[in-house]
């Protein structure tokens, strides 16, 4: 079984400041690996997707890396903002006998002090 | 106007009674989840449908039951509530193919007193 683990649970930075959000998995048969941002009371929104042949992509002031093999991944933002506080959910995509699931780590909660 | 729905958006309700969730989607998805979250577990899968003839359990489907009746909806029923299913219920779409990718609905807030 899938396990994912995020690291840490909380972070609290100032703003303009570079961080590293991690992610651990135990399986690395994934099809991919997201990593969603969840706003207080609100649904989930997909940043970045990696597939797994890939291993790295960026969007913005985002990038996200895989390592397979290390059973890694971690989401870089720079010139952190107040606006970046939120949530945020890595989540794999396995494959199996008669399965296709989402597994998805407890979350880091980031807050950006302006 | 939101391409994944979920009503209703809060709902307190009685142990014992039986509870329907719904979940629209307008994006033309033809697979359909329902997650739960609860403080400190994260998300969890409860039943998942790759197509309208198409159900399967996910983690946590003890109490709950779906119905898949179109492409486009898919619900979510407990039949006999109690309050350990107090949480946050999330539906989520997903087209089949590289990339794939879960859009999630807005969420529903049950309390089962």
């Known amino acids: 079984k899938q396990e994912v683990t995020q690291i840490p649970a909380a972070l609290s930075v100032p703003e303009g400041e570079n961080l590293v959000l991690n992610c651990s998995f135990t399986?690395?048969?994934?099809?991919?690996l997201q990593w969603f941002r969840q706003d207080p009371g609100k649904g989930l929104t997909s940043l970045l997707l990696i597939q797994s042949s890939q291993r790295e992509q960026t969007s913005g002031r985002l990038n996200a890396s895989l390592d397979k093999s290390s059973g890694r991944s971690t989401l870089y933002i720079a010139a952190s903002q107040p606006g970046d506080s939120a949530t945020y959910l890595c989540?794999?995509?396995?494959?199996?006998?008669?399965?296709?699931?989402?597994?998805f780590g407890k979350g880091t909660k980031l807050s950006v002090i302006p | 106007d939101a391409d994944v729905t979920q009503t209703p958006r809060n709902r307190i309700t009685k142990t014992g009674k039986r509870i329907m969730l719904e979940c629209s989607q307008t994006k033309g998805h033809d697979r359909m989840y329902w997650y739960r979250q609860d403080p400190g577990l994260g998300l969890r899968l409860i039943y998942y449908s790759f197509d309208v003839k198409d159900i399967n359990k996910g983690e946590i489907s003890d109490g709950y039951s779906v119905s898949r009746q179109a492409q486009a909806k898919f619900s979510l029923s407990l039949e006999s509530a109690i309050p350990n299913q107090t949480a946050l219920y999330f539906c989520?779409?997903?087209?089949?193919?590289?990339?794939?990718?879960?859009?999630f609905g807005p969420g529903t807030r049950l309390l089962v007193l």
């Open positions: 989520a779409t997903s087209r089949q193919g590289p990339g794939e990718t879960q859009y």
């Open positions: 399986d690395s048969a994934i099809y991919n």
């Open positions: 989540a794999l995509l396995n494959s199996g006998a008669g399965s296709y699931q989402l597994t």
